[in-house]
């Protein structure tokens, strides 16, 4: 199974689904409330369009305000944090139709997680690859459970 | 601050003083031309702001140290000698309010190149020690670390193994022989890392061997933005130094301004001698290959594009038309801003602006002129070719709550690639 062709085959409403619980992987590399926030009420509300633009313009604005600066000294958790806002941002993103913004978010998370990596200056367990596929198919397993009555 | 550094920063001032700058001093009509031209002026119209102001401390030591009028003036007690205050006060005239962008030498009249002067002024700041915190900053790191954001070589071989393992392609690492050397800078290492398996990518279509030096493969050089021709010949030196250890025929510069103009058209004069590779910006090198035959685009964007140029590739680099042809092969709707290529308007974070923190209010302000030149296009997205544009570009587009989406013209390159033999991975 190939994970990009797979996002980009969901139907709109499950791409922020599962798009959600990707970036919820790697939520905790994050200590921006924007952020949080943001991923909270997608996963509880399912906002509306006009709610998304809102939502959207608060994780972009934290993504503007985390990311590295031409010059400065390298702050990896810091741009850790920043590609989880990335992530959100472009889960947010107008477009759901060309499986575009979910895949971009998934691949955010894993720049997250390497930036994370680069932090601590160790290899980590935490194969975020990995851990999209396991997402995926307890997504999908959940969808064809519920599809077939079998909760 | 002592006289000491005061003097230190006169006496870099006078070893500043060459003939291209006399001529330009002696020929200067005060015309004040270059003001329209430059985009800190037009957005802050302060006499102060004035490019041709800006190299006054210069202009003082050139008239009395190497004119007759000047000297008789000093002999008469009536010059102004520099003091301290000076160089405080010219501090954020030559770092804040200007970004190196070079459109006051295309504007002057009498052909004097003013950003050249006053990227000398900046030598007598710095001697003097009135440089921004954070150029200081970058500086040291440049020269201690390799790299003016402190980036290590295992972050970058953290990011290329991401490379290899999203995109299941190769990044080769110290290949003795290679064709290219890729440079890169740390903004797009911690930025924008997906560049390095967008140009992976490309290469391995195109069927050229090309490497990174685990030495050298910082681009980025805090010397010539803090204005230190010591600090500058140093970095260029890493990379000189790195490039004939790999034998390599060509080094690349990446979608970083002002790391081409430091390493093609400064570095064998920072140096003191002539590269055995070609230098080339990174546009310049897939234009060639797009010519050649060995790269080619296929699906072309049918939103509006306009192309932002980096004034060091286009205005102080030449390489302006290279982009145009490369964004209508996977464009089909592509306009050009007003000013677009040599007189384009800078971002306003060239020149080490964006790495002075003091300046964040200057710069924002300094996105007003590219604001206005993106509402005649009203464009889909914009395309650049800096990481240090794209970023800027991002925050003065978010300023004034305009919606648009900055592209890396590399990555879109990439993305609209004709792959013979596409890599295993699942990345683009």
Known sequence: ?151 | MSSLNVERGINSLKEQIDAPTAAFFSSCVHCGLCADACLFYTENPQPENTPIYKTELLRRVWEQEYTLKGKLKSWLGMSKTIVDADFEAWETRVYDNCSLCGRCSMICPVGNDITYMIRKTREGMVASGHAPEGLVGASTRAVKIGSPMGVRLPALQAQIKHVKKDYGLDVPLDLVGAEYMLMLSSMEIMNFPEVIGALAKIFRQANVTWTISSEAFEATNSGIQIGSSDIAAELVGRIVTAAEKLKVKTVISPECGHAYTALRWDGPNLVGKAFSFKVKHVLEVLYQLQQEGKIAFEGKEQERLTYHDPCQIARRGGVIEEPRVLINAIADNFVEMPNAGKMNWCCGAGGGVSANERAEEVKINAFKKKKSQLEVVNPDALVSACANCRIQLEEGLEEFNMELPVLSLTEMLADHLIEDNPATGEAP
């Open chain 1, 1 to 151: 199974m190939n994970l990009k062709n797979t996002l980009k085959a969901l139907p709109a409403e499950q791409q922020q689904e599962l798009g959600t619980l990707i970036i919820e992987h790697v939520l905790e590399l994050s200590d921006d409330s924007r952020v949080k926030s943001a991923i909270a009420a997608i996963k509880r509300d399912n906002p509306s369009k006009n709610e998304s633009v809102v939502l959207r313009a608060l994780v972009k604005k934290a993504a503007l305000d985390s990311h590295a600066r031409c010059g400065s000294d390298s702050e990896w958790s810091e741009q850790a944090a920043h590609f989880v806002a990335l992530a959100a941002s472009s889960l947010l993103a107008g477009d759901k139709e060309s499986g575009t913004a979910i895949w971009q978010a998934a691949m955010s998370c894993r720049m997250a997680r390497t930036c994370k990596q680069i932090d601590t200056e160790q290899e980590s367990d935490k194969d975020e690859a990995i851990a999209q596929y396991r997402i995926l198919n307890s997504f999908l397993k959940e969808q064809i459970d519920e599809g077939t009555g079998n909760e």
